[in-house]
Nanobody, 126 residues
Framework: QVQLMESGGGSVQAGGSLRLSCAVSGYTTSTYWMGMGWFRQAPGKEREGVAAIDSDGTTSYADSVKGRFTISKDNAKSTLSLQMNSLKLEDTAMYYC??????????????????WGLGTQVTVSS
């Protein structure tokens, strides 16, 4: 079984930055073969894909975060990161790390990921 644990969430003013991390443990600690992603869910809204990175390093981003967020994966440390800059009020949400052993081919669809963390809260205020 694969476990994912997010960290790095918090409260920040609009325009500020946060860096989220996701530590992978369990059956295998290597993220080399994994496609991984970040998703978020705001109160009353559906969970949506934010950014993803495939096993070959190909990345994809939601239009709403392009140019502001950067996803990266450190296979040696079995961690996934999301650097979030120029944060906006609408970025406020619970952020979840997700993973799969399948190729994701730029997918940001929740059903394409089989492993999920419990989430970390990001709150952006004015």
């Amino acid at each position: 079984q694969v476990q994912l644990m997010e960290s790095g969430g918090g409260s920040v003013q609009a325009g500020g930055s946060l860096r989220l991390s996701c530590a992978v443990s369990g059956y295998t600690t290597s993220t080399y073969w994994m496609g991984m992603g970040w998703f978020r869910q705001a109160p009353g809204k559906e969970r949506e894909g934010v950014a993803a990175i495939d096993s070959d390093g190909t990345t994809s981003y939601a239009d709403s975060v392009k140019g502001r967020f950067t996803i990266s994966k450190d296979n040696a440390k079995s961690t996934l990161s999301l650097q979030m800059n120029s944060l906006k009020l609408e970025d406020t949400a619970m952020y979840y790390c997700a993973a799969t052993y399948s190729r994701i081919r730029k997918s940001l669809v929740t059903s394409d990921f089989g492993y999920w963390g419990l989430g970390t809260q990001v709150t952006v205020s004015s």
